[in-house]
């Protein structure tokens, strides 16, 4: 019922209505672009959110993200490079069909897999958040503490190719949270006496620096080393431009198989739709009966990465919604947005604001309908336009619309600069393989994570001793020390495998 509520919210406010038709056009067009990923516009677009209603502002910004990570497959498949890393998995089988004259095939299968992983992907959203929600209702601030460092070691040591460099770039976003007035006492912290410092740094120029402007320069360097694109095939036979109904019951089984991958690793914290796609495609692989063809145009090797990214986006908003702990870079911005408008996420959202939530429900339903039209019928269109847009001429108009944004959200050169400072900083921490996107999501937990440090305290005179009285602290406590030591005893075996291999 409160799901019927949230779709006649949506098509009775044509405002509302008005920012999901955008988002999805305009996620689309963002995904296609090489390099500037569903994450770099909404760091744009977040400023916007300050002058429009929650739910618009909410609804606008988690359908670009859905539909920026359908979009990155068209020019995967058209150009052989994926405009996001969420589609770096379609580029083996997708392009390869695109050099065989079936391009529209493969667009047509990419777009029916992003769908249907999608949908699963919500609907696991939509009734897991809330018999989380319902789970966690009694939770304390000694639990929650014990959340937050559960969700900065897995996010730490997932996110990144080494542990140690993930787990640095999350002390380091933490460390930014700490810079300015003290919450209990109000003294200044790490400000170096500078006034504009006091209130901390802002989150919206922070997110513009690491993943626009750090994204501009990366797009640039690549621009100089000579990377350019493939031009498309057009198709030989009226039938290379379509996906029969024998070869959608053909990839039905592997678009399952791909959405079950990408809704369970959507619910782990980091780890995000690039590892999801890899995984299904190496399993789906391992499952098929024509393994030979896939690498060289199998419409299988399509399906099974697109399902599996986009159903990573509805279960990596569950941590965020029945937690209050985002579970992405993107659901770390929408936890912004949250803010912005005075909403406290977490268990109790759904009785406060949960007119919003299942607003926001509603609207990402309707967006992956009309994500899905788009790409049917306009991808291939998408791609050539995007083409044939010169780089020299997309990524300065970025970096300008990035500055504009920086300053915008509080009229401020002084956040101009910070997103400056910033983008040179996210541009090294690409460079040298640490996590800008782990920096990000530890500096929007860390307040919650220190006043929830600061509440265990206070509840008890044994200290810290209070989190050993509590069951499901320590159970989140010891959640990520197995998983880091899982990964590093792999690595472990992994390193002595690779000289007994050499020898043989």
């Known amino acids: 019922m409160e ?17 999901v038709v955008m ?7 963002v995904g296609a672009v090489p390099g500037l990923t569903a994450s770099a516009a909404i760091a744009m677009l977040v400023p916007i959110t300050y002058y429009i209603d929650p739910l618009s502002a909410l609804a606008f910004l988690y359908v670009i993200g859905k539909a920026g990570r359908f979009g990155g497959s068209i020019s995967a498949i058209l150009f052989n490079t994926p405009g996001t890393t969420a589609a770096a998995a379609t580029v083996i089988d997708g392009h390869a069909l695109t050099k065989k004259g079936q391009a529209g095939k493969a667009l047509k299968t990419a777009t029916t897999a992003s769908v249907i992983g999608d949908y699963i992907g919500e609907f696991m959203l939509i009734f897991g958040a809330l018999t989380i929600a319902q789970l ?33 770039s999350t002390l380091f976003g933490a460390t930014l949270a700490m810079i300015g007035l003290d919450p209990i006492t109000s003294e200044p912290r790490y400000s170096f006496g500078m006034v504009e410092l006091y209130n901390g740094f802002s989150l919206v120029p ?22 350019s694109h493939h031009d498309e ?23 399952g198989r791909g959405s079950f991958i990408g809704a369970l690793v959507g619910l782990i914290p980091g780890v995000g739709s690039a590892v999801a796609c890899f995984v299904a495609y190496g399993s789906s692989k391992a499952k098929a009966k024509n393994k030979e063809e896939w690498g060289k145009g199998a419409i299988e090797g399509v399906a099974a990465p697109e399902a599996a990214n986009n159903a990573v986006s509805g279960p990596s908003m569950i941590p965020l919604l029945a937690l209050g702990v985002p579970g992405s870079t993107i659901a770390a911005m929408l936890m912004g947005v949250f803010l912005i408008h005075g909403i406290q996420v977490g268990p109790k959202i759904f009785e406060t604001s949960g ?36 780089q020299r001429l997309i990524y300065p108009t970025i970096l300008a619309v990035a500055l504009i944004s920086a300053y915008t959200a509080r009229s401020s050169m002084f956040d101009v600069l ?50 050993l009285h509590r069951p499901v602290a320590l159970v989140f406590f010891a959640i990520p020390v197995i998983a880091i030591g899982i990964r590093i005893f792999g690595r472990m075996r992994a390193r002595k495998a690779t000289p007994a291999e050499m020898q043989t």
């Open 23 to 29: 988002g999805s056009i305009l996620g689309v067009i």
């Open 136 to 168: 966690t209702r009694e939770l304390g601030p000694p639990d929650y503490f014990a959340i937050y460092v559960c969700a900065f070691l897995i996010i730490g040591s997932v996110i990144s190719d080494s542990v140690l460099k993930g787990i640095a």
């Open 233 to 255: 095939i057009a198709a030989r036979k009226p039938e290379d431009d379509q996906l029969s109904w024998v070869e959608f019951i053909r990839c039905l089984p592997f678009i």
């Open 418 to 467: 910070v997103a400056c400072i910033f983008g040179l900083i996210g541009y090294f921490m690409r460079t040298l393989n640490f996590s800008p996107a782990a920096a990000i999501i530890a500096f929007v937990l860390a307040p919650g994570a220190e006043q929830a440090l600061r509440q265990s305290v206070l509840l008890t005179d044994d200290g810290f001793g209070i989190f």
């Open 206 to 227: 922070l997110l513009i620096g690491m993943f626009v402007i750090s994204e501009v320069f990366a797009q640039v360097q690549a621009a100089r080393s000579g990377q």
């Open 355 to 390: 007119d919003i939530v299942y607003g926001l429900f509603a609207a990402g339903l309707i967006g992956i309908a009309l994500y899905g039209l788009i790409g049917w019928f306009l991808g291939p269109l998408i791609g050539r336009v995007i083409d044939k847009v010169p």
């Open 3 to 19: 799901l019927l509520n949230g779709f006649y919210t949506i098509f009775t406010t044509p405002e509302t209505l008005m920012f």
